[in-house]
């Protein structure tokens, strides 16, 4: 213990911070890149090795394929990243297509992407770029950022109620839908709060389909039980009590419980607004 030694430094993961040593003689060996943390035919002739990679640095990219949800993307060989969807517009208006809001790119184009952190494989996280995981991949950003920001990364502290955010379709189910803001926020959306309009929320997924780009408003950020509470319906459009509803109203609505009772209810009141009408 304490003892001093010399040691040969046979590779360095970059990735996890760690360095393997030997003891042994070694006649001429030679390392290869990418153990040594050099990459191997890098898409940015700038960056030389993993360490290059530092958070909100802008760097070439080529795209691998298109996802759903994200551009799969490379940076050199057997180094691989992804920008997801919430990460490529800044804002709902300059998206071209808001059904396949990814519909534009290609495979094998470059983009200029900024890092923002790595995504971890298994887990499916957001990590900080100072995590070294050996299954995470990088992300990246194609949005316009503030240069005073030094996290990148939209998170529930940054919003605020009134605040309108573009999001994306993640998964339909049957009273609501996910939806990603960021690679950090992943919300649930009501479909009380996504239409008042009774055709479409008879079929959300034929007028949304996962992917598909929505124009949200914060309705409410709770950062200690982290649930960010979204609304795409206009407040003048929204019946928050009694006193919003009209005689003769369409609205949607859901079904909690039916009885013979509450049907021959609804057939009185049918026959209130015949007569009403005819009258």
């Known amino acids: ?27 001429t060996t030679r390392l290869n890149d990418h153990d040594q943390g050099q990459l191997v035919n890098p898409i940015d002739p700038t960056c030389s090795s993993h360490s290059d990679f530092t958070l909100g640095r802008k760097i070439l990219v080529r795209i691998k394929n298109v996802k759903q949800s994200q551009l799969n993307i490379i940076l050199a060989d057997k180094v691989h990243g992804r920008i997801n969807i919430s990460e490529i517009y800044d804002d709902y208006d300059s998206i071209p297509d808001k059904r396949y809001p990814l519909k534009q790119f290609k495979a094998g184009e470059t983009l200029t992407a900024r890092m923002i952190g790595l995504h971890d494989v298994k887990s499916h996280t957001y990590l900080p770029l100072s995590h070294r995981r050996t299954r995470a991949f990088y992300d990246l950003s194609l949005r316009h950022m503030d240069k005073d920001d030094g996290t990148y990364v939209l998170t529930l502290e940054k919003l605020s109620p009134g605040q309108e955010v573009p999001a994306f ?15 950090t926020i992943l919300s649930r959306l009501p479909y009380s709060r996504l239409s008042t309009d009774p055709e479409v929320l008879a079929n959300p997924n034929e007028c949304f389909p996962a992917g598909s780009a929505l124009k949200l408003s914060v309705v409410k950020v709770d950062i200690e039980r982290n649930r960010l509470l979204l609304s795409a319906i206009d407040n003048s459009e929204e019946i928050v009590d009694l006193s919003g509803v009209k005689l003769g109203m369409v609205l949607p609505v859901s079904v909690n419980s039916s009885s013979k009772r509450s049907e021959e209810h609804t057939s009185e009141l049918q026959s209130r607004l015949l007569e009403e009408e005819l009258t």
């Open 1 to 27: 213990t304490g003892q001093t030694i010399a040691a040969k430094v046979l590779s360095v993961d970059h990735i996890q911070g760690k360095a393997t040593l030997t003891l042994r003689k070694q006649t």
């Open 169 to 183: 379709v993640t998964k339909l189910a049957t009273d609501h839908m996910l939806v990603t803001v960021s690679p």
